[in-house]
């Protein structure tokens, strides 16, 4: 052997009758896989020799085929979280904008589709993402623009440069 340990083929543990096998492997593309399987759930640590750069975690099941994987885009460089091929969440190498929803955020953070933000059931902050619609303390905002509260206190406070506060009547 060249190494303190070298195993060639499987290893494959067993404990209270549930499987555990570590293989390695080389796809047809060349991409090689650490795969680690316990009953049709795997993890996977991947790399290609052919594709310099790319690097991936997988968790998937073939059973249900639901594949995620996070890692190094090998064509953007940048960092990605997809699921079912999809990429939900990026971060460009570049800038370190991160986009949900998007590919290449342009800046900091970038948002495409909706956007709920609470602490409770209804939500303080809400964009609608199919009509573009905000609100303030509701999901349902009925126009462009919704304040909404459940109580007779001022629902907007408009303070000025000067401090001067205008607490208009709606």
């Known amino acids: 052997p060249s190494s303190a340990l070298e195993v060639q083929g499987t290893i494959t543990t067993s404990l209270s009758g549930v499987n555990a096998k570590i293989a390695q492997y080389v796809d047809s593309s060349n991409f ?4 680690m399987n316990a009953n ?5 640590l ?3 020799e ?3 750069g790319e690097q991936r975690i997988y968790f998937w099941d073939s059973t249900a085929g639901n594949r995620w994987d996070i890692g190094k885009n090998h064509i953007t460089q940048n960092f990605d979280i997809l699921g079912g091929g999809n990429t939900y969440v990026t ?3 570049t800038t370190g904008n991160v986009g949900i929803g998007t590919t290449t955020p342009s800046d900091t953070l970038q948002i495409w589709g909706g956007l709920v933000v609470g602490t409770s059931t209804a939500p303080s902050f809400y964009v609608a993402s199919t009509t573009g619609r905000v609100a303030l303390g509701t999901s349902s905002p009925a126009s462009l623009f919704e304040i909404y509260n459940t109580d007779a206190n001022t629902q907007l406070t408009i303070t000025a440069a000067s401090s001067t506060t205008y607490d208009p009547i709606l």
């Open 91 to 93: 971060i460009n190498k």
């Open 50 to 52: 052919t594709i310099t």
């Open 40 to 44: 049709r759930s795997y993890l996977q």
């Open 32 to 35: 090689a896989y650490l795969t």
């Open 46 to 48: 991947g790399g290609s």
